[in-house]
């Protein structure tokens, strides 16, 4: 059981740029692949980021290569999602979610999910 808390959404102006964190609970943190998805109002929820156990291989999205890293931090049991060079189409919550040891960017893979972090994009 892994339970997921994110933090760090915000207001922000277009150009500028946020650092958003999941902090994990459980011991078995470095055996869950991690992944930042995103839903806008009346979308569908979408992936952005995903990262292995060990933090070596990291995906993204299309729509945030090159502005987007993620990263994450065994000791602490924590994730991140540095953002930077925002757009107002950012603008989303955004969730942090925990499947196995395999990655994947489908979102119906993941078994545990944060309740999200509101994150707005002004133009």
């Known amino acids: 059981q892994v339970q997921l808390v994110e933090s760090g959404g915000g207001l922000v102006q277009a150009g500028g740029s946020l650092r958003l964190s999941c902090a994990a609970s459980?011991?078995?943190?470095?055996?869950?692949?991690m992944g930042w998805f995103r839903q806008a109002p009346g979308k569908e929820r979408e992936f952005v980021a995903t990262i292995s156990t060990s933090g070596v291989r990291a995906t993204y999205a299309d729509s945030v290569r090159g502005r987007f890293t993620i990263s994450r931090d065994n000791a602490v049991n924590t994730v991140f999602l540095q953002m930077n060079s925002l757009k107002p189409e950012d603008t989303a919550v955004y969730y942090c979610?925990?499947?196995?040891?395999?990655?994947?960017?489908?979102?119906?893979?993941?078994?545990?999910w944060g309740q999200g972090t509101q994150v707005t994009v002004s133009s």
């Open positions: 979610a925990a499947r196995g040891a395999v990655t994947s960017t489908d979102w119906r893979l993941y078994h545990y």
């Open positions: 459980g011991r078995t943190f470095r055996d869950y692949t």
